[in-house]
């Protein structure tokens, strides 16, 4: 059943007209827009687990076993929701396409239910358990659920010029750096986590003023986006497409199992590597909440991210996003490597951290660009946009994983014996952690990087989806009616080879639907 909702009244439509890319469109729809929501979480992703093991002191609760067991249940609970919004998604039908609507409703609920994290009432142990694991599916399950996936289709809906497309990745990228990367990894920990300590109260303020700040932010995005390569196919969606058939052609495809599988490495990675974060610079490489040593290895990370705003894209013009994505990985690899070796070496590990930032580059810049193309590529080999499924099946990797990953971290401190700070006359201590914590928490930070790096190296090489994706879209073109589009390059002959498969797919997939129509 469609979800048609209510939304042709002007005060609703896209500030953007043109049918290109505007300059306005990336400013404020994909760089200013998205921050607000885009900075909550990466305070989250970074500090809630801190909230919860330092100012909650719940590492203990269940024998430890809870702040083990509720991430990986909470993140079962995203992983459905997650299916639902993507078919939700895909059977949307508004004057302001599929995936805005859901972005336009994500605003109030990102505010309040960030606002409920942290408001956890200073009552029993099972109050308090009762509020974490509600508030926190709320946020996660729901509402950040229903941002993040409509959000993440904004790139690849805006428009099939690669160009532009690519340049909007980029914005989007640039957004999602600046919070993590500058305001999260510098400004906390240099001004506010000295300040906040173990003060709930002051964690209260400080967290409910992020999640108002990100509701007029994300209604700017909603207004200065749109939905180019919907309306493209508006009065032509075919309802006999079940969801069922969406996600075999998804799961069934070589390219985009690839995608999903180097999405997953990473994020296992990554998800360690920021669970980490705070706890190798309080108890490995610096001092309790020092202020400088977080902030040192974040302007590591940092300065090369500058320095990719005007590098990677050019490169990967030249050589292809696969191609410099994978060349990224090998000094990926290395710097983490090198950061292993020499943990508690300052000056070592700012040198491993910036080789392994300048590595990761290529990935962070043009990733949503890889997935942009792969989801044209597999509406030219079926004939059927899959937007929602796709990024259901994305989101569900991103939420599972760091719900899989927050729950060994946890096991791995209090089985190792973690010590929570607390507060003496007024001021937060913090002990000296045993020298198993501090290894399981190296480990976590630069040791797992290392290996992640080599497999994602592995499965770049299998994902060439770019190469005939300009053939593809002309394709496209002309299954939509364009009898001006013209397809290039057809003599080459990675594409003779393919041409004929999404004839005989895209004729097997027609049939399917017939059955349901």
């Avoid at 010029?161 to 999260?184: A, E, P, W």
């Avoid at 705003?309 to 490169?315: D, K």
């Avoid at 057809?490 to 041409?499: I, V």
Wanted: proline letters at 4%; charged letters at 15%.
């Amino acid at each position: 059943m469609n979800r048609q909702l209510p939304l042709s009244n002007r005060v609703f439509s896209s500030r953007v007209r043109a049918q290109d890319v505007t300059a306005g469109e990336k400013w404020l729809g994909y760089l200013l827009g998205p921050s607000g929501a885009l900075l909550l979480n990466a305070v989250l992703a970074t500090y809630l687990n801190v909230y919860y093991t330092d100012v909650l002191n719940l590492t203990g609760v269940w024998g430890g076993l809870f702040l083990m067991v509720f991430p990986i249940v909470s993140k079962v609970i995203d992983a459905i929701t997650n299916v639902i919004m993507g078919n939700i998604i895909d059977k949307t039908r508004t004057a302001q396409g599929k995936a805005r609507p859901w972005l336009l409703l994500s605003a109030p609920l990102v505010t309040i239910t960030g606002i409920l994290l942290f408001t956890v009432p200073s009552g029993s142990e099972t109050l308090q358990v009762w509020w974490v694991m509600i508030s926190y599916n709320l946020y996660y399950s729901l509402a950040y659920t229903i941002f993040n996936m409509s959000h993440n289709l904004m790139v690849p809906l805006s428009t099939r010029n690669t160009t532009q497309r690519g340049s909007l990745g980029v914005f989007n990228q640039i957004s999602t750096i600046m919070m993590s990367g500058i305001l999260v990894a510098l400004v906390f920990p240099m001004v506010f986590m000295p300040m906040l300590g173990v003060d709930k109260g002051k964690w209260i303020t400080l967290m409910s003023a992020l999640s108002i700040i990100a509701l007029p932010l994300t209604l700017l995005e909603y207004y200065f986006t749109k939905e180019r390569v919907t309306e493209e196919a508006a009065g032509a969606e075919n309802d006999s497409v079940t969801f069922i058939l969406r996600l075999k052609i998804i799961l069934t495809d070589k390219y985009m199992l690839v995608t999903f599988a180097y999405f997953l490495i990473y994020t296992i990675g990554t998800s360690f590597k920021n669970l980490g974060l705070v706890y190798y610079c309080n108890y490995v490489l610096g001092s309790y909440n020092d202020g400088v040593t977080q902030m040192l290895i974040s302007v590591i990370g940092g300065v090369p991210m500058g320095i990719g705003i005007f590098a990677v894209w050019p490169l990967a013009k030249r050589f292809g996003k696969r191609n410099v994505t994978l060349a990224g990985f090998v000094l990926y690899a290395l710097g983490s490597a090198i950061c292993w070796m020499f943990p508690a070496s300052m000056v070592i590990v700012l040198i491993g951290q910036f080789i392994k930032n300048i590595g990761g580059l290529p990935c962070a810049y043009v990733f949503m660009a890889l997935f942009a193309d792969d989801l044209d590529h597999l509406e030219w080999k079926s004939g059927v946009r899959c937007d929602g499924v796709a990024m259901s099946v994305y989101n569900i990797i991103a939420v599972a994983t760091v719900g899989v990953c927050t729950g060994i971290f946890n096991w791995l401190l209090a089985q190792t014996g973690y010590i929570a700070p607390s507060i003496v006359d007024g001021l937060t201590v913090a002990a000296v952690q045993p020298d198993a914590v501090r290894s399981a928490i190296t480990f976590s930070f630069v040791g797992l990087e290392v290996f992640t790096g080599l497999v994602l190296i592995l499965l770049l090489f299998f994902l060439n989806v770019e190469k005939t994706i300009a053939q593809k879209q002309a394709v496209i073109k002309q299954l939509q009616g364009d009898e001006n589009a013209v397809i290039p390059g057809s003599d080459d002959p990675l594409w003779r080879r393919e041409q004929p498969q999404g004839e005989a797919y895209r004729a097997k997939i027609a049939a399917e639907m017939q059955k349901h129509a």
